[in-house]
């Protein structure tokens, strides 16, 4: 087979199977090979027969069917199989040709591969891919990172299977150097998880305070989804709570409440950790979903545990649906502006130039976070690329004051009531403390002082001049080195 195709993918799963449909039936030329070769021939004769695909029998195979620059996209498991394909190719590429990883690799591994396969004369393209099984078949989120000396040949082929917004501008661009590309799809999956959970901790305050049926639900999801909550995840809530088995029953009432995860979202608040960022909404998402895979033990606990109020509600409920909305509304743009808050200094730490409207744009379509709400997001950072957070933002100032009542209303109701919100709780406390001009860090920092002499700044000197107190009159006068803030 001689240099027919475009583009080589190897990995024969769901996203690779959908994307290489999806890049043919754009009018690429593409070549497909899998690990386990059986696949090749199945995938071949059944959903690829009689289209520009072609099935390579080897890894040298896919190479020569290749046209140069060559492309080889990987869709594999991330992790080791990404590197041992990696050393399998090498050897059978030339000078300038481009592997390029569409798995959900974690970003410290995409920079090393990017150092390791460029020191081979090659280039490497890290990229998150996001929308599913539909989104690879019918246009994805994709979020390139890398060698950007790659981007120029590999573009028009990514563009041209995204998902496009109403404009037909594509939800792709290049994102940066290194491992940039996969750091905002790891913030994207941090971002669905702190999405999905909000929606979670609304429909436990729905269904257990106010008494509504899955039904009832139902309808104000649909509502909404027509405002400016307008998103996927909203529309699939609604969808999932009209959903009922055989007998009438809502499914939903027999899904058992253990939430599964992939580790995406550990990563995205690992890295938090890390780089310092109070990205506490998210984080708390990761938490909710290891508390919930407790279910023995909190079956247990309901038994022992039983102090606590029983919910109920006399309120006006219509109002309080309202309330509702915009503590969801709220906390989301809290969510967002501390996904925000750690791309910027993740691009600090890493040396990124993050073009933050374009992210947004690239999360508009495609992807399992995609909204309307995103489209403001874009407006917020091309008005001003260097905006410090997005809640200080004029339309998202507006929109943070006006619904942040509801937000307050909402979580301090379900406290009283007994039900867990700690990510509404999350962003309640962030959006009040970050609003807070003097925090009680001062006694955090006489403290530390007290017991470790680590020295604080004054309100009555400049700042950068540090001040050590004896506090008890036993230690001397010797601060300690280290001043971190
Ligand atoms: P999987 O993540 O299930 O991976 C299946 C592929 O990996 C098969 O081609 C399999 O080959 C290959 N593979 C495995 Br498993 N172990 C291997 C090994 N040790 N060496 C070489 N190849 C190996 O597929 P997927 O769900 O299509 O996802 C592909 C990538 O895209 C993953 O990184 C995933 O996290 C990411 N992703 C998935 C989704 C989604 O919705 N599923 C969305 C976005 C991104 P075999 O056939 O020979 O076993």
């Avoid at 030329?29 to 199945?42: L, P, T």
């Avoid at 019918?138 to 000396?149: A, Q, R, T, V, Y």
């Avoid at 702190?194 to 257990?208: F, P, R, S, T």
């Avoid at 910027?344 to 744009?361: D, Q, R």
Wanted: proline content about 4%; overall charge negative; glycine content about 10%.
């Amino acid at each position: 087979m001689n240099e027919v195709s475009d583009i080589g993918v190897i990995g024969l799963a769901v996203m690779g199977e959908n994307l290489i449909l999806n890049m043919e039936s754009k009018g690429f030329h593409v070549s497909a090979y899998n690990r386990s070769v059986d696949k090749v021939e199945h995938f071949v004769n059944g959903r690829a027969k009689g289209k520009n695909i072609y099935g390579a029998k080897s890894i040298e195979d896919l190479v020569s069917s290749l046209k140069s620059p060559r492309k080889v996209m990987l869709m594999v498991k991330a992790g080791k199989p990404v590197d041992d394909f990696i050393d399998l190719l090498i050897p059978h590429l030339n000078k300038g040709d481009i592997i390029i990883d569409g798995g959900n690799s974690h970003f410290p591994d995409t920079e090393r591969r990017v150092k390791y396969v460029e020191s081979k004369g090659l280039y490497f393209i890290g990229t998150g891919v996001s929308g599913g099984e539909e989104g690879a078949l019918l246009g994805p989120s994709i979020m390139p990172g890398g060698s950007k000396e790659a981007w120029p040949a590999v573009k028009p082929i990514f563009q041209g299977i995204a998902a496009k917004v109403a404009d037909g501008t594509p939800c792709c661009d290049w994102v940066g150097t290194g491992g940039a590309g996969h750091f905002v799809k790891m913030v994207h999956n941090g971002i669905e998880y702190g999405d999905m959970q909000l929606i979670n901790e609304i429909y436990h305050i729905m269904k257990n305070v106010l008494g509504m049926s899955a039904g009832e639900m139902h309808e104000v999801f649909k509502e909404w989804n027509e405002g400016e909550l307008d998103s996927y995840l909203i529309e699939i809530t609604r969808d999932i709570l009209a959903y009922k088995e055989a007998d009438g029953t809502p499914i939903i009432d027999r899904i058992l409440d253990t939430a599964g995860q992939k580790g995406t979202g550990k990563w995205t608040g690992t890295v938090a950790l890390e780089l310092g960022v109070p990205l506490t909404l998210i984080t708390e998402s990761v938490f909710a979903r290891c508390l919930s895979a407790l279910k023995d033990e909190r079956v247990a606990a309901s038994k022992v545990l039983t102090a606590g109020p029983t919910p109920a509600f006399d309120g006006d409920k219509k109002a309080f649906i309202d309330h509702l909305r915009d503590a969801l509304y709220a906390a989301k743009v809290i969510s967002y502006a501390q996904g925000y808050q750690m791309m910027k200094a993740a691009a600090k730490e890493y040396n990124w130039e993050l073009s933050y409207g374009n992210i947004a744009l690239m999360w508009r379509g495609g992807c399992i976070i995609r909204s309307r709400f995103l489209g403001n997001i874009k407006e917020a950072f091309d008005k001003n690329p260097d905006l410090a957070n997005l809640l200080l933002d004029p339309y998202f100032a507006e929109k943070i004051q006006a619904c942040q009542n509801g937000l307050r209303q909402v979580t301090s109701t379900a406290i009283q009531n007994g039900i867990p919100v700690p990510c509404l709780n999350a962003a309640i406390s962030f959006y009040d403390g970050y609003r807070t001009e003097r925090l009680p860090a001062n006694l955090l920092q006489a403290q530390r002082d007290y017991f470790g002499a680590h020295t604080y700044e004054r309100t009555d000197q400049p700042r950068g001049q540090f001040f050590h107190t004896n506090w008890t009159g036993r230690g001397g006068d010797t601060a300690s080195t280290t001043y971190d803030v």
